[in-house]
């Protein structure tokens, strides 16, 4: 009797642990997940909302020796978001949050190039293209977003941006980076 009842209790062990998870520590991947919890969707630029929606911004052939010190800029190209579409809620107001991590330089708040082959010495800077127009510090949240209110179905958000010389010496190179965003709707 004794040991039946041990072997069912081995049986029953062996089974536990069988279907209990290890209690490893390695990671063997990571599940990204997103989305929002809205009642408002904007088209940004004519295209749905999402990783295929690409603005593009060309900021110029920029000559190195144009960067004479460390702030230098060059000349800023606006860019807007517009923000339409039938569920595009009027009278809601939307603002952006750039994503704070990539290759933003957390001591600059600019945008550092990418690329096999990036200019030295040189970033990316995004300013709110308003009256007060003032630089958006990347890698950290902004404490008085640029907001837009939806009127007809539209809203736009509008922006600016330059090279910037980070560095006493800019040497040539590609000058492509990129930022992600979100829109948050109120």
Known sequence: MKRVFLKTLAVSGLAIAAVTPSLSF??????????????VTCDINGKAPGEGNITNVDLGRIPPSKFVSVGTAS????????LSGAQC??????????????NIDPVTGNLQLIGTAPAQGVQIQIYNDMKDG?????????????????????????????????????????????????????
Not at 26 to 39: M, Y
Not at 75 to 82: I, M, N, R, T
Not at 89 to 102: P, Y
């Open 89 to 102: 809620t009027n009278k809601a107001k939307v603002a952006i949050a750039f994503e704070q991590i990539g």
């Open 134 to 186: 003032k630089k958006i510090p990347l890698g950290q949240a902004e404490s008085a977003p640029q907001v837009a209110e939806v009127v007809g179905n539209t809203a736009t958000l509008s922006y600016k941006a330059s090279y910037v010389s980070t560095a006493a010496t800019v040497t040539a190179g590609s000058g492509i980076s990129y930022v992600r965003y979100t829109l948050s709707y109120q």
């Open 75 to 82: 000349a800023f190209v606006p860019f807007k978001l517009q």
């Open 26 to 39: 390695a990671t063997d991947g990571v599940i990204n997940f997103s989305g929002s919890i809205t009642d």
